[in-house]
């Protein structure tokens, strides 16, 4: 039986009655990806307060961090690896299966970049699985050396469904986004 999980791109996006924010948000959905650790590393003492804060199924995955999509350019440096492992030990923190790294739309996937991704899969390997939402491509082809890396790495290709996007990597998992308001997203959902 297929299953599927409905949340959002992080749950500060919506208003709780009163107290913390994320068990209120999880009493309406049973999934989020959290977006808090594109920004920061949060520290595993929070991490395991977010954890015990929703219910027992509540299901998380977790944003790479900006350093490795943004600032490392999605290379295998130094600095990319500490990042990429230190948000795959916030995902197993928070039974987080899924590790989503989004890259700026004007990173192109060369030889060094499959390479990072194949290194970078090779880290994680056993904790997470890689989401990758190449955004140089959105709406056309992977190149055919990143399709093949992301395939035999076991990741999952980030489409935006909302705009007619599929998936262009088979793996078992379907992950995309409802795209909240705003100019940039063709769908606008309210509550």
């Known amino acids: 039986m297929d299953e599927s999980w409905i949340g959002a791109g992080g749950s500060g996006y919506f208003r709780g009655p009163s107290g913390p924010l994320l068990p209120a948000y999880a009493r309406a959905f049973r999934f989020v990806e959290l977006n808090a650790t594109f920004y920061r590393h949060p520290s595993i003492l929070e991490a395991r307060r977010w954890r015990r804060s929703v219910p027992v199924d509540f299901l998380f995955s977790v944003k790479g961090h900006r ?24 995902a197993r923190t928070l039974n987080a ?11 192109e ?14 880290a994680v390997a056993g904790s997470v699985r890689i989401a990758l ?7 056309r082809s992977l190149p ?6 992301l395939r ?26 409802l795209p909240g308001e705003g100019v940039q997203n063709v769908l606008e959902f309210s509550d």
């Not at 350093?67 to 916030?90: Q, W």
């Not at 939402?133 to 709406?139: D, F, L, N, S, T």
Request: proline letters at 2%; aromatic letters at 6%.
């Open 67 to 90: 350093t490795i999509t943004h600032a490392e350019r999605f290379r295998a440096t130094r600095g990319a690896t500490s990042a990429l492992v230190r948000d795959s030990v916030i």
């Open 97 to 107: 299966d899924i590790l989503v790294l989004e890259t700026p739309r004007d990173l």
């Open 109 to 122: 996937f060369g030889r060094e970049e499959v390479q990072a991704l194949k290194d970078f899969s090779a």
């Open 133 to 139: 939402e190449a955004r140089a491509y959105e709406g």
């Open 144 to 149: 055919r050396l990143l399709a093949t890396a």
């Open 152 to 177: 035999d790495a076991g990741g999952i290709d980030v489409a935006d469904v909302s705009k007619g996007n599929r998936p262009r990597v088979e793996s078992g998992v379907s992950y995309t986004r």
